[in-house]
């Protein structure tokens, strides 16, 4: 056990670093073309109802947990009940590590496709030449491999410093610097010629495509983006002190996310229907369309760049984030220091990147249940893990911390009855309904 525990030194430092980690890879890459895909203003609409009942409140959920034992998931909920509950805070840690075998490999590509902008080497006219060059960057055995241990040491030097002088002071500077690269870009992209059809692409209405698949993908794409369901913010909220209030930072984070995803939204269509391509998902989109985009527009190496840079930034806090759920845990249960704990994890997530890289190239052969290492990673995690853990806290909140939850969740807080009354019912009753429906209709 930790003698002292640090914390966060202000509110703002601490809305900081967990926006750091809700805005992430899933807001840039995912959500405008998710959004797209379903019904445009329509889906946009479930969205932000979502995020704002039930992910609010699973945020708030994990936050009062954090905050109240002031451990890491495992050790909060030992703390806290006991029982069978402590496996809850296991599953977050292995997700966590799970998560980062395969978003660090993603973040060393936006690294990267930063640098080879500079060159230029990867900004081609043809998005056919786009999609072999990056076929052949993936699959390379050395060179994804090597970017990516360049993105771990970075992020362990991040938290390295600790959560106030480390996570804390990087994210203060790394936020605010995002934002401004996103006005930057969406100036760019929505004066261009044709950038129109874009915003009609993202943000026409279209109720007819809304089924109740879209409500699926709305609920997942929020715990995603929002972090949670795996300890990020049980591991972020034990970094509060009692004093510092929940509410209000909640309503931050979720609104800077949502402002996040939606600016993105705003900056890649336009571009991307004023150069007549096509948005795909994902990797596609990132690593393909866009550069081909970049490439007809003028000076648009400059824009790449800063681009990439925006993608490392959002990724980097966001793997910070991940690293600190497993880093807790460690120093939490072993007392070991910082320092040693966070060599050890970052050299344990470096070797369970490696044959996540791998299995898009040399070990693509290889298969867990019919899909790629990384792939299979990916699905457990966003399919099965987390929207478990998120049920599983709404529960604990609302039915086994009951009374105390909103005890503390009122605690150095001038929230208002009703709202905190609000809170308790979507967390004891729709939040853990909601969620439920997802998972099984996932799997079936
Ligand atoms: N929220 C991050 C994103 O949108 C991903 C993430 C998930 C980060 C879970 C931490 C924990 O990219």
Same mark, same amino acid.
């Given at each position: 056990?930790t003698?002292t525990r640090?914390?966060?030194?202000?509110?703002?430092?601490?809305?900081?670093?967990?926006?750091?980690?809700?805005?992430?890879?899933?807001?840039?890459?995912?959500?405008?073309?998710v959004?797209g895909e379903?019904?445009?203003?329509?889906?946009?609409?479930?969205y932000?109802?979502?995020?704002?009942?039930?992910?609010?409140?699973?945020?708030?959920?994990?936050?009062?947990?954090?905050?109240s034992?002031?451990?890491?998931?495992?050790?909060a909920?030992?703390?806290?009940?006991?029982?069978?509950?402590?496996?809850?805070?296991?599953?977050g840690?292995?997700?966590?590590?799970?998560?980062?075998?395969?978003?660090?490999v993603?973040?060393?590509?936006t690294?990267?496709?930063? !640098?080879k902008?500079?060159? $230029?080497?990867?900004? =081609?006219?043809?998005?056919?030449?786009? %999609? /072999?060059?990056? @076929? #052949?960057?993936i699959?390379?055995p050395?060179?994804?491999?090597?970017?990516t241990?360049?993105?771990i040491?970075?992020?362990?030097?991040?938290?390295?410093?600790?959560?106030a002088?480390?996570i804390?002071?990087?994210?203060?500077?790394?936020?605010?610097?995002l934002?401004?690269?996103?006005?930057?870009?969406l100036?760019?992209?929505?004066?261009?010629?044709?950038?129109?059809?874009g915003?009609?692409?993202?943000?026409?209405p279209?109720f007819?495509?809304?089924?109740?698949?879209?409500l699926?993908?709305?609920?997942?794409?929020?715990?995603?983006?929002?972090?949670?369901?795996?300890?990020t913010m049980?591991?972020?909220?034990?970094y509060?002190?009692r004093?510092?209030?929940?509410?209000?930072?909640?309503?931050?984070?979720?609104?800077?996310?949502?402002? !996040?995803?939606?600016?993105? $939204?705003?900056v890649? =269509?336009?571009?991307?229907?004023?150069? %007549? /391509?096509?948005? @795909? #998902?994902?990797?596609?989109?990132?690593f393909?369309t866009?550069?081909?985009?970049?490439a007809?527009?003028?000076?648009?190496a400059?824009?790449?760049?800063?681009?990439?840079?925006?993608?490392?930034?959002?990724?980097?806090?966001?793997?910070?984030?991940l690293?600190e759920?497993?880093?807790?845990?460690?120093?939490?249960?072993?007392?070991?220091?910082?320092?040693?704990?966070?060599?050890?994890?970052?050299?344990?997530?470096?070797?369970?990147a490696?044959?996540?890289?791998l299995?898009?190239?040399?070990?693509?052969?290889?298969?867990?249940?019919?899909?790629?290492f990384f792939?299979?990673?990916?699905?457990?995690?966003?399919?099965?893990?987390?929207p478990l853990?998120?049920?599983?806290v709404?529960?604990?909140?609302?039915?086994?911390?009951?009374?105390?939850?909103?005890?503390?969740?009122?605690?150095?807080?001038?929230?208002?009855r009703?709202?905190? %009354? /609000?809170?308790?019912?979507?967390?004891?009753?729709?939040?853990?309904?909601?969620?439920?429906?997802?998972?099984?209709?996932?799997?079936?």
């Amino acid at each position: 056990m930790t003698p002292t525990r640090e914390h966060w030194t202000s509110k703002l430092g601490f809305v900081s670093a967990a926006a750091g980690s809700a805005v992430g890879l899933g807001n840039i890459w995912r959500f405008p073309y998710v959004t797209g895909e379903n019904g445009g203003a329509a889906f946009l609409l479930i969205y932000l109802a979502i995020v704002f009942s039930i992910g609010l409140s699973v945020l708030i959920a994990e936050l009062i947990i954090g905050r109240s034992a002031q451990l890491n998931p495992a050790g909060a909920f030992k703390k806290l009940a006991g029982g069978a509950w402590p496996a809850v805070g296991y599953m977050g840690v292995i997700t966590a590590f799970l998560i980062l075998s395969f978003y660090c490999v993603i973040a060393g590509w936006t690294l990267a496709y930063m !640098v080879k902008s500079v060159t $230029g080497s990867v900004l =081609l006219n043809d998005a056919a030449q786009g %999609g /072999a060059t990056f @076929s #052949a960057f993936i699959s390379n055995p050395v060179e994804p491999v090597v970017y990516t241990a360049i993105f771990i040491a970075l992020s362990i030097l991040v938290v390295l410093g600790g959560v106030a002088n480390g996570i804390e002071r990087a994210s203060r500077y790394l936020m605010p610097a995002l934002f401004v690269i996103l006005l930057v870009l969406l100036a760019r992209s929505i004066t261009l010629e044709g950038a129109y059809a874009g915003l009609v692409f993202f943000l026409q209405p279209d109720f007819s495509k809304v089924t109740w698949g879209t409500l699926l993908a709305a609920l997942g794409q929020a715990f995603f983006s929002l972090s949670l369901g795996m300890g990020t913010m049980i591991t972020y909220g034990s970094y509060l002190q009692r004093r510092q209030s929940i509410g209000g930072s909640a309503v931050a984070v979720a609104t800077l996310d949502t402002l !996040v995803a939606v600016l993105a $939204g705003l900056v890649i =269509l336009p571009a991307v229907f004023a150069f %007549g /391509a096509a948005p @795909s #998902a994902g990797p596609g989109l990132t690593f393909i369309t866009l550069p081909s985009v970049f490439a007809q527009m003028p000076v648009g190496a400059f824009f790449a760049v800063l681009f990439f840079f925006l993608l490392a930034i959002a990724a980097l806090t966001s793997v910070v984030s991940l690293l600190e759920v497993v880093i807790a845990y460690f120093i939490d249960e072993t007392g070991g220091s910082r320092t040693k704990v966070a060599a050890l994890v970052g050299a344990l997530v470096f070797l369970i990147a490696v044959p996540s890289s791998l299995s898009l190239g040399v070990w693509s052969e290889y298969t867990i249940a019919g899909k790629g290492f990384f792939d299979a990673l990916d699905f457990l995690t966003n399919n099965i893990t987390m929207p478990l853990g998120g049920l599983l806290v709404a529960l604990f909140a609302g039915w086994v911390l009951r009374r105390e939850a909103l005890l503390e969740l009122a605690e150095g807080s001038s929230m208002n009855r009703t709202v905190i %009354g /609000a809170w308790y019912v979507i967390i004891r009753f729709l939040a853990p309904v909601a969620i439920a429906v997802i998972l099984v209709s996932g799997l079936v």
